[in-house]
């Protein structure tokens, strides 16, 4: 009898496998810039970015100032999947208490 190890097992470091899980762990607010490619684009509500300088500085400022501005701010869900060899994407929803100004309540 023979047993297989296929699947089994901590992921090659690097692999697309490994990769997509530390960004689940990571995600939302991306830090590691070994995850970031040189060229990456943001594009969004509030603001657009490109290059991984742009967009490390604007994931470190969301990561500080989110969740301490937004009542009960918590990521609700963080989705990465792989388009195509070497190309991830990561979606991620949030929610939190809106505040209201006075006169509209």
Same mark, same amino acid.
């Given at each position: 009898?023979?047993?297989?190890?296929? %699947?089994?097992?901590?992921?090659?470091?690097?692999?697309?496998?490994?990769?997509?899980?530390?960004?689940?762990?990571? %995600?939302?607010?991306?830090?590691?810039? !070994?995850?970031? /490619?040189?060229?990456?684009?943001?594009?969004?509500?509030?603001?657009?970015?490109?290059?991984?300088? /742009?967009?490390?500085?604007?994931?470190? !400022?969301?990561?500080?100032?989110?969740?301490?501005?937004? &009542? &009960?701010?918590?990521? @609700?869900?963080?989705?990465? &999947?792989?388009?195509?060899?070497?190309?991830?994407?990561?979606?991620?929803? !949030?929610?939190?208490? @809106?505040?209201?100004?006075?006169?509209?309540?």
């Amino acid at each position: 009898s023979s047993s297989s190890s296929e %699947g089994a097992g901590a992921p090659e470091p690097g692999s697309t496998i490994s990769i997509i899980r530390q960004l689940q762990e990571d %995600g939302p607010f991306l830090r590691d810039e !070994a995850l970031v /490619a040189d060229d990456v684009e943001y594009s969004g509500p509030l603001c657009s970015v490109i290059g991984r300088d /742009a967009y490390l500085s604007i994931q470190e !400022a969301w990561a500080m100032l989110l969740p301490s501005r937004l &009542n &009960n701010f918590q990521v @609700a869900s963080v989705r990465v &999947n792989s388009i195509q060899p070497g190309v991830v994407t990561m979606r991620w929803r !949030a929610t939190f208490e @809106a505040c209201l100004p006075p006169f509209a309540r």
